[in-house]
């Protein structure tokens, strides 16, 4: 198995493009600026469309977020700044104007300083992100995860997929595709200590399952430190995103910088609710997290359903897009306790991945919604 795969460092160059009008969020990014030594262009946002689409980064507050959602074409590396925690408001010009951060000062300094010191990237392609989400204990996410990517790198879809364990305390997704003894990089051999990661080195390291699909599992130590960091989630999304490829995220329910991290990267999350009553109960709680931070978010609902809970009672009740609602499998637990998940193409648990990758497709990516 391989040991430690490093980030590599990032060359920095180029004018931040500013525009600010609070004081002290123009003070926080001059001293954050110096700190991570990159020069500022600070204009008004009548001139803002004369280097807009040139800069290497764009950090704008509020007002000049609203104005240029009306004003001026998406582009990438866009941050937003805030005085403060941001709220749902916040998230939503965020949103619109396609932000990839949304930082508050002094809080998120550090990050800022990061973010700064990033190469910006220009990729041929431009993948996309899945995140799926429990509604309750025993959901089946991390099961519908591993089938998405599943659907997603074989059959006529083909795509480079890559499957990525969010979640420290569960099993492992190599182990749902029977890969557990497969030699390959885990979270806990990836080291980011700054800049970006070749998406190239991340594939060749990781375990495989077929020609496109990679898997990068959380290990088996029992503690957090067998999973991700925000820091290495981020650059592992955003290299294979870069790439073209398709990143499928099993996330845990429960609130986390990891978990929020991969939610804020996410073109469509999919929360997975038994058809229960409890689990909607419970299910109304991650929904509600979930969605004042990703408003891009639809729901499988999984039988069995005792009390006759149709799929889109769930919905209705959650008031969620219904992705789809499958019934259950008998054949599902024994299979994956011999040799891993292997969903058949007319399986109902295949049918819902296709939905998944279908409503994926139909949707802009996240940094192209409108609030």
């Known amino acids: 198995m391989p040991g430690t795969l490093t980030a590599?460092?990032?060359?920095?160059?180029?004018?931040?493009?500013?525009?600010?009008?609070?004081?002290?969020?123009?003070?926080?990014?001059?001293?954050?600026?110096?700190?991570?030594?990159?020069?500022?262009?600070?204009?008004?946002?009548?001139?803002?469309?004369?280097?807009?689409?040139?800069?290497?980064?764009?950090?704008?507050?509020?007002?000049?977020?609203?104005?240029?959602?009306?004003?001026?074409?998406?582009?990438?590396?866009?941050?937003?700044?805030?005085?403060?925690?941001?709220g749902i408001d916040e998230w939503r010009i965020a949103t619109a104007v396609g932000a990839e951060h949304v930082l508050a000062v002094p809080e998120d300094e550090a990050a800022l300083v990061t973010v700064l010191g990033e190469q910006p990237q220009k990729p041929e392609a431009d993948g996309s992100v899945v995140a799926v989400v429990g509604g309750c204990g025993g959901a089946g996410a991390s099961t519908m995860a591993t089938a998405v990517a599943l659907c997603a790198a074989a059959g006529a879809r083909a795509e480079p997929t890559l499957l990525l364990d969010a979640d420290a305390w569960g099993s492992g997704l190599d182990v749902l595709l029977g890969l557990e003894d497969v030699p390959g990089l885990r979270w806990s051999g990836l080291s980011i200590e700054g800049g970006r990661i070749s998406s190239d080195a991340l594939r060749d390291a990781l375990p495989a399952r077929g020609e496109q699909l990679r898997v990068l599992s959380c290990s088996r130590s029992g503690h957090a430190s067998a999973g991700p960091t925000p820091a290495a989630a981020r650059a592992v999304i955003d290299a294979s995103r870069h790439a073209g490829d398709l990143v499928v995220c099993d996330l845990s329910r429960f609130p986390g910088p990891v978990t929020e991290t991969v939610l804020e990267l996410a073109d469509l999350v999919v929360l997975v609710v038994p058809a229960t009553v409890r689990a909607c109960i419970a299910a109304g709680k991650v929904a509600q997290w979930i969605i004042e931070r990703n408003p891009n978010q639809g729901v499988v609902v999984r039988g069995p359903a005792p009390g006759g809970l149709r799929g889109s009672d769930v919905a209705?009740?959650?008031?969620?897009?219904?992705?789809?609602?499958?019934?259950?499998?008998?054949?599902?637990?024994?299979?994956?306790?011999?040799?891993?998940?292997?969903?058949?193409?007319?399986?109902?648990?295949?049918?819902?991945?296709?939905?998944?990758?279908?409503?994926?497709?139909?949707?802009?990516?996240?940094?192209?919604?409108?609030?």
């Open 8 to 86: 590599m460092d990032a060359d920095i160059g180029g004018e931040v493009l500013v525009l600010i009008d609070d004081p002290a969020l123009l003070h926080s990014i001059r001293r954050v600026a110096a700190a991570a030594d990159r020069r500022l262009d600070e204009v008004d946002l009548a001139d803002a469309r004369h280097t807009w689409a040139s800069a290497p980064l764009v950090v704008l507050d509020t007002r000049a977020a609203i104005a240029c959602c009306q004003r001026l074409p998406r582009r990438r590396r866009v941050v937003l700044l805030c005085a403060g925690a941001p």
């Open 316 to 371: 209705e009740v959650l008031d969620l897009p219904l992705i789809a609602s499958i019934r259950a499998e008998r054949s599902l637990t024994a299979m994956l306790e011999h040799g891993g998940l292997k969903p058949g193409r007319r399986s109902a648990l295949a049918a819902a991945a296709s939905a998944i990758l279908d409503t994926a497709a139909e949707r802009p990516r996240s940094r192209e919604w409108a609030a």
